[in-house]
């Protein structure tokens, strides 16, 4: 997968990179529930769409991140698969899929409480985008 | 990761350590430490943290760190900061996700031999009993919308009022157990909807719920007066407002992002957001915490409730020979209003504790009638492989530290650090060959835990026993945990 983890004593930090602006967002997710859970356990049984709001990309990912964590703790659901429609300064769009938590199958791995703005960075670098995160776990 | 900036560092004695003020710092920063805690701290980024809250606009006396600070997100975790009611400002990132985080303790009426043979029967029950793990809750316990409005404006009395333990608990909780002010109607429909099933659960990561006894009395006059005696079992419930508190910081970040913007608010990092104190948008933050915070006193309340419930039912016994009450219960991540003497003169301060306890000395109004002589009991959970202390608030506290200590061991490894120290052994098997019972509802949360993944709690204590903000009384080792 296109990230690393950070070494962060409290909680855990991502490093995530991506050819483009929508795919940083789209790894960010993948990363997030690669640390919730067993991505290749989960099936894609339903699709969820997603639209935020914020005022620049890094609020953007904190909202975009924290409506997945959101969606997983009040619909019991594990995502493993996304795709970003539209992005702008202002807004994301996209899908989610995945299928309903089931404790037979899928583990948890760990809780993730919230998305943080802790040394949230997202750069543009020789065409390639990084972005740094940390949840607060 | 960001750009590394060194922090300048005196030491003051063998307990503290300066961070002069420099650059864009309204005040210098003081960290209570040993060299040797010291030497862990520097590893990682708390102390920039320290030095990054003392920029906030209005902050009293020094940006404060306790011996068991640690690199949190905006705030270190283990940072204690007070605001003038004025001119100061109030940081959802300086309370934390996790607000009224926190740690309660019941005595009992039993003996460490009493238990010893059964506690593993008593550990599987606490977690069939009590809701640990991720969307785990009791099919008994669903609140609507009129009663989740009700837990959030009365906490902790609203769990008495529902049958959940006695009216004489709220006696022995902090603000007995309803912060004042809580308006409902600032919780986010998404705060609700995510709080609606887990009241009355534990949680995953470092909360838990822990049978122990006391292994040492340092003080024994002040156990006396807590109703402690040697081998005396004791219960630990560690845990806080779950995704309801975690949905109202993120909600208030948002906007304290445009406040911070709005009131012309320079911040060295985001995550310490903020607004000024007399600002709608600060004053709304405030009530939308108090009702995280009361929603975590009732959480703790009816966990407590649970766990009374259990022993009876493993043990056979009732409540007049169990003898489970409450010594006290504390917040941990929490901003308050509080008086204060500064210079010699009153003031009224918002006291963010992040990570932190509160700790009043002797004969202060807001300790309990029965803890007058004593000052107020603080509970400092260590790992789950060694041991926890309770501790007694101090004059001293209370004049340097704003009333606050330390609050726990604090890491030392990540999480993955953990993970990976932990592979490969049965951490399971290790504590039970030391005597420790514990249960998890996810192995994984066993494997971060690991009791090397944290300082040692006795050298966090010790320091704060040196540099006399908080005093000795009992220290107690575990037989049983359940983890989430």
Redesign the interface.
């Known amino acids: 997968m296109g990230y690393d983890l950070l070494d962060h004593t409290g909680d855990i930090g991502i490093k995530v990179r991506a050819d483009n602006v929508k795919g940083i967002f789209q790894e960010a997710a993948r990363a997030l529930f690669d640390i919730i859970t067993d991505l290749a356990k989960i099936e894609v049984h339903l699709d969820w769409e997603i639209a935020v709001e914020g005022s620049g990309l890094e609020e953007l990912m904190v909202a975009w991140l924290t409506e997945l964590l959101y969606l997983h703790e009040v619909e019991e659901v594990l995502f493993c698969d996304f795709t970003l429609w539209e992005i702008d300064e202002r807004s994301v769009r996209g899908v989610a899929r995945g299928e309903k938590f089931d404790a037979g199958r899928h583990v948890i791995k760990t809780a993730v409480k919230a998305i943080t703005y802790h040394q949230l960075e997202i750069q543009e670098k020789d065409g390639r985008w990084y972005a740094q995160i940390i949840f607060d776990v | ?2 750009e590394q900036v060194s922090v300048q560092l005196k030491k003051i004695d063998a307990y503290r350590w300066l961070i002069p003020r420099e650059g864009g710092m309204r005040t210098d920063g003081m960290v209570y430490a040993d060299e040797r805690l010291m030497g862990d701290i520097k590893n ?1 980024q708390s102390l920039l943290q320290v030095r990054n809250v003392a920029f906030l606009p209005g902050i009293v006396g020094y940006s404060l760190a306790m011996p068991d600070i ?5 705030f270190p ?1 283990g940072g204690v900061a007070a605001f003038d009611e004025g001119e100061g400002i109030v940081s959802p ?1 300086g309370v ?3 607000i009224n985080c926190g740690v309660r303790l019941m005595r009992s009426g039993l003996e460490r031999k009493e238990i010893q043979a059964k506690i593993g029967g008593i550990v599987d029950a606490l977690l069939v009993n009590i809701p640990s ?3 785990s809750h009791r099919k008994d316990l669903k609140l609507n919308k009129e009663q989740q409005r009700k837990v959030l404006q009365k906490g902790a009395q609203w769990a008495v009022d529902q049958g959940y333990g006695q009216w004489k608990d709220l006696e022995h909780i902090e603000e007995k157990g309803r912060i004042p002010n809580a308006d409902p109607d600032l919780v986010s429909p ?1 705060a609700l ?2 709080g609606r099933a887990q009241l009355g659960t534990l ?3 470092n909360h838990f719920v822990e049978v122990g006894y006391v292994a040492e009395v340092y003080d024994e006059g002040v156990a006396r007066d807590l109703g402690l005696a040697k081998d005396q079992v004791t219960v630990i419930v560690h845990t806080g407002s779950r ?1 309801l508190g ?2 109202v ?2 909600d208030s ?2 906007v304290m ?1 445009q406040a911070a913007h709005k009131y012309g608010i320079e911040l060295p ?3 310490l ?1 903020c607004a000024p104190l007399a600002s709608k948008e600060g004053k709304e933050y405030l009530a939308a915490m108090a009702c995280a915070a009361n929603f975590a006193f009732a959480n703790r309340q009816i966990i407590t409730h649970w766990v009374r419930e259990t022993f009876e039912q493993v043990l056979r016994m009732g409540p007049s020979t169990l003898k489970l009450d409450l010594i006290y219960d504390v917040c941990h991540n929490i901003a308050k209003m509080e008086v204060h003497k500064v210079d010699g003169k009153e003031r009224r301060l918002c006291v963010h504790r992040k990570g932190a306890t509160r700790a009043f000395p002797p004969h202060h109004p807001d300790v309990p009638a029965d803890y007058q002589e004593t000052g107020q009991p603080v509970l400092i959970p260590g790992d789950m492989g060694r041991c926890s202390y309770v501790l007694v608030g101090t004059q001293r506290a209370y004049e340097e530290t704003f009333g606050s200590t330390c609050h726990g061991a604090g ?7 953990a993970k990976k120290n932990a592979m490969g052994r049965a951490i399971t098997q290790e504590l039970e060959a030391k005597g420790i019972y514990v249960r998890a509802a ?1 192995q ?1 949360t066993i494997a ?1 835990e690991i009791p090397e993944a944290y300082k040692d709690v006795s050298d966090v204590v010790d320091v704060v026993q040196g540099a006399g903000i908080g005093k000795k009384v009992v220290q107690l080792k575990p037989m049983g945990v359940i983890k ?1």
Do not use: F, N, P, T
């Not at chain 2, 640690?70 to 905006?74: K, N």
């Not at chain 2, 890491?411 to 650090?417: D, G, K, P, Y």
């Open positions: 990761m960001a990682d640690h690199w949190g997100y905006g975790i990132g934390g996700y996790d793990g991720v969307g998404k909807e995510r949680g995953s990561g995704g975690h949905q910081c993120d970040i948002r992002l990092d985001k995550q957001c890491r030392v490894m990540s999480r993955h650090q996810s994984a971060e989430g």
